[in-house]
């Protein structure tokens, strides 16, 4: 497995979690009528957007260039911008999502992705969907999970697609009752992921190092790692702990009312460093 310490001190460019851009969208007034596995009551809209400023202060921090899209009033879950795209440094796909009232998002966002790629496709194949949410991108290879989301046909179409640019995608499964594949993870590092023990449980990360969540705090797999910085939801300190004691520099992002909707921290952002 790649030591990306010794990679970044010889100035190796880490493409699964070192970004020279992110887009967001302002989060609409309507999302508080958005989609939501169990209703635990309506999002604060005001605390919402307070902690969606937070968010792209840190993603800033780190030196990239975030492009901050409006609200759209017409699709409550269009915050979560991450489901309708994958971005690769080659290019762009547009997603297909599983949610039939989020299909007008990824043609929302598609023209954003022009604007930023010489090369942008998309899953199109009138059976096939799939959402963002349920991939998970190393230095190695791209990990889709298959869930009420995304379905054989998408995860098949996108396959043939980034062959194209090189990669290798290998489909693991979604744990029952949860959401997206990366509800229950994401990348630290080169050849670390956080996880939740209900995940990594089924192997999907044999070859990996893997940090599990502390029990009772499996909501805080959902982290992103951008350029040096982890992004972690407030409220979860024994994961937190655990981050900084393993050497990572982690930055606490409240989450309390995307968490009502289903929404992480990987949820509220596209990453990538496009090549042209």
Not at 238 to 257: F, H, K, M, P, W
Request: hydrophobic share 45%.
């Amino acid at each position: 497995m790649l030591d990306w310490r010794d990679a970044e001190l010889k100035g190796v460019v880490m493409r699964s979690f070192s970004y020279t851009h992110a887009i967001t969208r302002q989060p609409p007034a309507s999302a508080i009528h958005g989609l939501r596995a169990v209703d635990t009551g309506a999002p604060d809209l005001a605390r919402m957007r307070a902690h969606h400023a937070d968010y792209i202060a840190a993603l800033k921090s780190t030196g990239a260039t975030v492009v901050e899209l409006p609200a759209l009033e017409a699709f409550p879950d269009s915050l979560f911008v991450e489901d309708t795209a994958l971005c690769l440094p080659e290019g762009a796909v547009v997603m297909r999502p599983g949610a039939p009232s989020r299909l007008g998002e990824a043609a929302e966002m598609a023209p954003h992705l022009r604007a930023l790629y010489a090369d942008v496709r998309a899953v199109t194949g009138a059976e096939n969907f799939i959402e963002a949410g349920d991939i998970l991108t190393t230095e190695t290879e791209i990990l889709v999970g298959r869930s009420a989301r995304s379905n054989a046909g998408g995860i098949a179409e996108l396959a043939g697609i980034v062959a194209d640019w090189g990669y290798g995608l290998r489909e693991v499964h979604t744990p029952p009752g949860v959401l997206h594949f990366k509800t229950d993870c994401s990348l630290l590092d080169a050849d670390t992921i956080l996880a939740t023990e209900r995940l990594s449980a089924s192997g999907c990360f044999k070859g990996y190092r893997v940090i599990h969540t502390a029990a009772g705090e499996e909501a805080s797999a959902n982290a992103i790692r951008f350029n040096d910085l982890v992004l972690f939801p407030a409220g979860f300190p024994q994961t937190r702990d655990a981050l900084v004691a393993a050497g990572y520099r982690v930055q606490e992002i409240g989450n309390s009312e995307c968490a009502k909707l289903d929404g992480g921290m990987s949820c509220l952002s596209l990453r990538f460093t496009p090549c042209g």
